[in-house]
């Protein structure tokens, strides 16, 4: 049992042993196993590494395909919107090509492929060519101003947006009246014409449909053969896949030939009527829609009989199916005929010319009111048959509504001499002429909001030498001193030159181009002072807009959202467009487009005390502006309109008026809160004339002009930028104590800063007031002090000539001494660097030259010293000639008082 069981124990044994060898077998195979995948994850960590330097490079790559990516976005949007125009003509084929590939299902192979063709024919795409037309320019409530015929010599008007409903229905019931409902060939037509040419033994009828007659048109109207009628009915159907039955009737009415030269329906109407398509009556209509198939018939004189039949038999079949009443019909049937082609409307020939150039063969919608510019035409016509009496040929004018910008009239020149031409054909509007005295009050706005000037301050206005400039009053008078709104008023040009030269010629020139004026492109010193007298070449364009400007600024400024806006100052509307409602035309003449009106946040505000404008630098302010408008609305007016205070219908209107070089241009410019004139009188030639001025030639004009429109409001005064303070009644300067009763009147802000009345002064008289005296010659008990107004010598001079109450300074008592500090004497020619040149006389001898003086007292002795050297005396008046050598001098003056000064000249060879 014993022995048995270790039997059986180490057959058990023998059995764990041989396991135990397997396990031990599989352990090594374990430990190899394990070496190897050790050495795996080695070659992992190595392979890790480099993957990880493989993802840096990847996550680099990735950045770049970022990039591409954004770009392909890009590129993908201009796709998408290409795409979207794509299938806006897919959609316009897709229906036919569904309709025929129904066909194609039941027919063979052979036929399938046949009628693949075919239909790949029929959709091509086919478009209306587009022949020359004629310029229109219609008036702002559509009616016709203005036709330039075609390029080609025909009167063909561009395609209008619709057709009339009489037309229409005459040229159906005439030419197809199946139109509307067989595609482009009517079988029934073509059978009835068959019979009835073969019934006839002759060609009667076409059996052509309105689609196969304006392919017809279309291809240049070619011999009529069966090959030729094969090839239409083709195209006609083609024509009908692209585009609907109104197009195509609208391409045959703008193409259908209506005698001579006459093409399409609304070159007819006014040719043959006188009026547009929509204002025919059943007659006229009808008679267009019979005339395409026989243009010959509308000549006078030539089958007038053949003509009235084929009218009266289409009006009678309009009546037979109820399209017109049997009154109707007795009344259309009573209407004549036309006769002669009419003229086209001709009421702004220069301005066709205009559009021409820049929007040709369109119809151009233009802003003028059709019945103000005809009035406008007969007022300058009645001017011109006046003016060509003192040879001044041309005339034009320009009406402009300041809030909208829109251009109301346009006469662009006289209209021409019955048996002579002298220049009228020039559109003088966009034309560069001399300015004259037009652009003064642009100056003293300036100065005025500079601060260096008061409405009825004293400028200087006595002979002025400046470099050689010699600059004259019109009337070659002098006022010694004026006040500066009589000034402009006046227009005098001496007081005009000293105040440019004191705001300076760069800065005026600077001011200009910002208000608008772009013709003036050379350099400031190319002008110089004379810049402000007619230097420089403007037109009557942009000076009516520069003075709308001040108008469109002055009337914003009541309003805090829109007191400066960059728009105020933007260039006239000439055209009306459906689209944005406004087109600027300046490309013409190079002038800037519109500025668009901004938006709330562009909205200036008002100027502050001390001047400044934010967000937007206005050209001038509005305190301004109205104070050189109250000033020009004072300007005396022309005969006729003198006594315009009186009366209680008159209009106060602010003008201004100005004179070229040699009477060569004349120019008045008025303006209203509502609307501005500009007006130019002259020769286109040049020529100028002795009558040719601002006030004789231009002025009688615009104020007939002003008569047209209606009556308007003034302007509101802009508080805000104005201040009450006293002014010297005598000097316009804010007033000092010594200024007797000064006045309380606006100004301007920036005039506090300007300089207190400097004429009036503290003046020491004896008891008879007759000699000045100090304390040193006289008991002070008796001396009287009295505020004294006193202009300078040379201003004296002059002002005491046409102001009867200037008093001169009282002389200084003989037993005085000489205290005075002040100028009691100037010498007035030659002026200090002064170059003279001596003339010869008749004889041959050299001129003297003629030295002028002027002292405070009328009784002064003057002592003329030329070099140092005496050379005599004179008592009033203070003239001294002398015959000095070429070269520099000194001239001293010494007065009887012992006042004392000195100038120097220069005397050219």
């Given at each position: 049992?014993?022995?048995?069981?270790?039997?059986?124990?180490?057959?058990?044994?023998?059995?764990?042993?041989?396991?135990?060898?397997?396990?031990?077998?599989?352990?090594?195979?374990?430990?190899?196993?394990?070496?190897?995948?050790?050495?795996?994850?080695?070659?992992?960590?190595?392979?890790?590494?480099?993957?990880?330097?493989?993802?840096?490079?990847?996550?680099?790559?990735?950045?770049?395909?970022?990039?591409?990516?954004?770009?392909?976005?890009?590129?993908?949007?201009?796709?998408?919107?290409?795409?979207?125009?794509?299938?806006?003509?897919?959609?316009?084929?897709?229906?036919?090509?569904?309709?025929?590939?129904?066909?194609?299902?039941?027919?063979?192979?052979?036929?399938?492929?046949?009628?693949l063709l075919i239909i790949l024919f029929l959709l091509l795409p086919t478009a209306f060519s587009t022949p020359p037309c004629s310029t229109l320019i219609l008036a702002s409530d559509g009616r016709l101003i203005g036709a330039k015929i075609a390029p080609d010599g025909q009167w063909r008007f561009p395609p209008a947006e619709q057709l009339p409903e009489k037309y229409i229905r005459c040229v159906v019931a005439c030419e197809d009246k199946r139109f509307f409902h067989h595609p482009g060939v009517d079988p029934l037509a073509i059978i009835r014409a068959l019979f009835s040419n073969i019934s006839h033994r002759r060609i009667r009828?076409?059996?052509?449909?309105?689609?196969?007659?304006?392919?017809?048109?279309?291809?240049?109207?070619?011999?009529?053969?069966?090959?030729?009628?094969?090839?239409?009915?083709?195209?006609?159907?083609?024509?009908?896949?692209?585009?609907?039955?109104?197009?195509?009737?609208?391409?045959?009415?703008?193409?259908?030939?209506?005698?001579?030269?006459?093409?399409?329906?609304?070159?007819?109407?006014?040719?043959?009527?006188?009026?547009?398509?929509?204002?025919?009556?059943?007659?006229?209509?009808?008679?267009?829609?019979?005339?395409?198939?026989?243009?010959?018939?509308?000549?006078?004189?030539?089958?007038?009989?053949?003509?009235?039949?084929?009218?009266?038999?289409?009006?009678?079949?309009?009546?037979?199916?109820?399209?017109?009443?049997?009154?109707?019909?007795?009344?259309?049937?009573?209407?004549?005929?036309?006769?002669?082609?009419?003229?086209?409307?001709?009421?702004?020939?220069?301005?066709?010319?205009?559009?021409?150039?820049?929007?040709?063969?369109?119809?151009?919608?233009?802003?003028?009111?059709?019945?103000?510019?005809?009035?406008?035409?007969?007022?300058?016509?009645?001017?011109?048959?006046?003016?060509?009496?003192?040879?001044?040929?041309?005339?034009?004018?320009?009406?402009?509504?300041?809030?909208?910008?829109?251009?109301?009239?346009?006469?662009?020149?006289?209209?021409?001499?019955?048996?002579?031409?002298?220049?009228?054909?020039?559109?003088?509007?966009?034309?560069?002429?001399?300015?004259?005295?037009?652009?003064?009050?642009?100056?003293?706005?300036?100065?005025?909001?500079?601060?260096?000037?008061?409405?009825?301050?004293?400028?200087?206005?006595?002979?002025?030498?400046?470099?050689?400039?010699?600059?004259?009053?019109?009337?070659?008078?002098?006022?010694?001193?004026?006040?500066?709104?009589?000034?402009?008023?006046?227009?005098?040009?001496?007081?005009?030159?000293?105040?440019?030269?004191?705001?300076?010629?760069?800065?005026?020139?600077?001011?200009?181009?910002?208000?608008?004026?772009?013709?003036?492109?050379?350099?400031?010193?190319?002008?110089?002072?004379?810049?402000?007298?007619?230097?420089?070449?403007?037109?009557?364009?942009?000076?009516?807009?520069?003075?709308?400007?001040?108008?469109?600024?002055?009337?914003?400024?009541?309003?805090?959202?829109?007191?400066?806006?960059?728009?105020?100052?933007?260039?006239?509307?000439?055209?009306?467009?459906?689209?944005?409602?406004?087109?600027?035309?300046?490309?013409?003449?190079?002038?800037?487009?519109?500025?668009?009106?901004?938006?709330?946040?562009?909205?200036?505000?008002?100027?502050?005390?001390?001047?400044?404008?934010?967000?937007?630098?206005?050209?001038?302010?509005?305190?301004?502006?109205?104070?050189?408008?109250?000033?020009?609305?004072?300007?005396?007016?022309?005969?006729?309109?003198?006594?315009?205070?009186?009366?209680?219908?008159?209009?106060?209107?602010?003008?201004?008026?100005?004179?070229?070089?040699?009477?060569?241009?004349?120019?008045?410019?008025?303006?209203?809160?509502?609307?501005?004139?500009?007006?130019?009188?002259?020769?286109?030639?040049?020529?100028?004339?002795?009558?040719?001025?601002?006030?004789?030639?231009?002025?009688?004009?615009?104020?007939?002009?002003?008569?047209?429109?209606?009556?308007?409001?003034?302007?509101?005064?802009?508080?805000?930028?104005?201040?009450?303070?006293?002014?010297?009644?005598?000097?316009?300067?804010?007033?000092?104590?010594?200024?007797?009763?000064?006045?309380?009147?606006?100004?301007?802000?920036?005039?506090?800063?300007?300089?207190?009345?400097?004429?009036?002064?503290?003046?020491?008289?004896?008891?008879?007031?007759?000699?000045?005296?100090?304390?040193?010659?006289?008991?002070?008990?008796?001396?009287?002090?009295?505020?004294?107004?006193?202009?300078?010598?040379?201003?004296?001079?002059?002002?005491?000539?046409?102001?009867?109450?200037?008093?001169?300074?009282?002389?200084?008592?003989?037993?005085?001494?000489?205290?005075?500090?002040?100028?009691?004497?100037?010498?007035?020619?030659?002026?200090?660097?002064?170059?003279?040149?001596?003339?010869?006389?008749?004889?041959?001898?050299?001129?003297?030259?003629?030295?002028?003086?002027?002292?405070?007292?009328?009784?002064?002795?003057?002592?003329?010293?030329?070099?140092?050297?005496?050379?005599?005396?004179?008592?009033?008046?203070?003239?001294?000639?002398?015959?000095?050598?070429?070269?520099?001098?000194?001239?001293?003056?010494?007065?009887?008082?012992?006042?004392?000064?000195?100038?120097?000249?220069?005397?050219?060879?």
């Open positions: 049992m014993n022995f048995k069981n270790f039997t059986t124990n180490f057959k058990n044994f023998g059995i764990h042993s041989k396991n135990f060898g397997i396990h031990f077998k599989n352990f090594g195979k374990n430990l190899q196993n394990l070496r190897d995948n050790s050495q795996n994850l080695g070659n992992n960590f190595q392979n890790l590494g480099k993957n990880s330097q493989n993802l840096g490079k990847n996550f680099k790559n990735f950045g770049k395909n970022l990039q591409n990516l954004r770009k392909n976005f890009q590129n993908l949007g201009k796709n998408f919107q290409n795409l979207g125009n794509n299938s806006k003509n897919l959609r316009n084929n897709s229906q036919n090509l569904r309709l025929l590939s129904l066909l194609i299902i039941k027919i063979p192979s052979f036929t399938r492929l046949l009628s009828e076409g059996g052509s449909t309105i689609t196969m007659q304006t392919v017809r048109l279309m291809r240049g109207n070619p011999p009529r053969t069966i090959p030729e009628k094969m090839l239409e009915a083709l195209l006609a159907l083609r024509l009908e896949c692209r585009y609907t039955k109104d197009e195509i009737l609208h391409r045959y009415a703008a193409g259908a030939p209506f005698g001579g030269n006459v093409v399409g329906i609304d070159a007819a109407a006014w040719r043959y009527f006188g009026r547009s398509p929509s204002e025919l009556s059943w007659a006229e209509a009808a008679t267009l829609a019979v005339l395409p198939n026989a243009p010959a018939l509308i000549h006078p004189g030539r089958n007038r009989d053949q003509l009235r039949q084929k009218r009266d038999f289409l009006l009678e079949k309009l009546a037979f199916s109820k399209c017109i009443s049997p009154d109707d019909l007795l009344l259309s049937k009573a209407e004549p005929l036309p006769e002669q082609p009419l003229p086209l409307p001709a009421e702004a020939p220069h301005l066709l010319e205009r559009m021409a150039k820049t929007n040709p063969e369109q119809i151009n919608r233009t802003t003028i009111l059709y019945d103000l510019q005809c009035r406008a035409n007969e007022i300058i016509a009645r001017h011109a048959i006046k003016h060509r009496g003192n040879q001044v040929n041309n005339i034009a004018a320009v009406i402009i509504e300041n809030e909208s910008h829109h251009v109301l009239a346009y006469i662009g020149n006289a209209p021409a001499a019955p048996h002579a031409s002298q220049g009228e054909m020039v559109d003088i509007i966009p034309a560069h002429r001399s300015a004259g005295s037009i652009l003064k009050p642009f100056l003293y706005a300036a100065m005025l909001d500079d601060g260096r000037l008061l409405p009825s301050m004293l400028i200087p206005d006595i002979p002025t030498f400046i470099n050689g400039f010699v600059p004259q009053n019109y009337l070659r008078t002098y006022d010694g001193a004026v006040e500066a709104d009589r000034a402009l008023a006046r227009s005098l040009n001496i007081p005009a030159v000293i105040l440019l030269q004191d705001y300076s010629v760069a800065r005026f020139h600077h001011l200009l181009h910002r208000i608008g004026f772009t013709s003036i492109t050379n350099p400031p010193h190319h002008y110089g002072l004379s810049l402000i007298l007619g230097g420089a070449e403007v037109s009557l364009y942009e000076t009516t807009n520069a003075y709308a400007s001040l108008a469109r600024t002055l009337n914003h400024f009541s309003n805090p959202h829109t007191r400066y806006l960059p728009s105020q100052w933007s260039p006239p509307i000439l055209l009306i467009s459906s689209s944005k409602d406004i087109i600027s035309t300046h490309k013409a003449n190079g002038s800037r487009l519109p500025t668009s009106i901004s938006s709330s946040k562009d909205i200036i505000s008002t100027h502050k005390a001390n001047g400044s404008r934010l967000p937007f630098d206005a050209p001038l302010s509005a305190a301004a502006i109205w104070q050189i408008l109250s000033a020009l609305s004072e300007s005396d007016r022309p005969e006729g309109e003198i006594e315009w205070h009186r009366f209680h219908s008159s209009r106060k209107i602010a003008w201004k008026t100005g004179t070229s070089f040699g009477n060569r241009d004349a120019w008045a410019v008025g303006i209203t809160p509502q609307y501005t004139i500009g007006v130019w009188v002259g020769n286109a030639s040049g020529e100028g004339r002795p009558v040719l001025t601002g006030i004789q030639a231009a002025a009688p004009v615009l104020f007939d002009l002003f008569n047209l429109l209606p009556h308007t409001s003034w302007f509101i005064q802009p508080f805000d930028e104005m201040i009450k303070v006293p002014l010297c009644q005598q000097s316009g300067h804010r007033a000092t104590d010594l200024c007797p009763l000064p006045d309380t009147a606006w100004i301007l802000n920036a005039g506090l800063e300007s300089r207190p009345c400097p004429f009036h002064l503290l003046v020491h008289l004896d008891r008879t007031q007759r000699y000045r005296v100090t304390a040193d010659c006289e008991d002070p008990h008796h001396i009287i002090s009295k505020s004294w107004f006193l202009l300078p010598p040379a201003q004296e001079l002059y002002y005491k000539t046409r102001h009867y109450n200037y008093i001169p300074l009282p002389p200084r008592h003989p037993a005085c001494p000489h205290s005075d500090t002040r100028p009691s004497m100037a010498l007035l020619y030659p002026q200090h660097n002064f170059h003279i040149l001596l003339t010869r006389q008749m004889d041959g001898s050299i001129g003297r030259l003629i030295m002028q003086a002027t002292h405070h007292s009328p009784d002064a002795t003057i002592f003329w010293h030329l070099d140092n050297q005496y050379i005599g005396l004179t008592a009033h008046p203070h003239q001294m000639p002398v015959l000095p050598a070429p070269g520099p001098h000194t001239i001293t003056l010494v007065d009887n008082e012992g006042f004392t000064i000195s100038s120097k000249c220069y005397v050219d060879k």
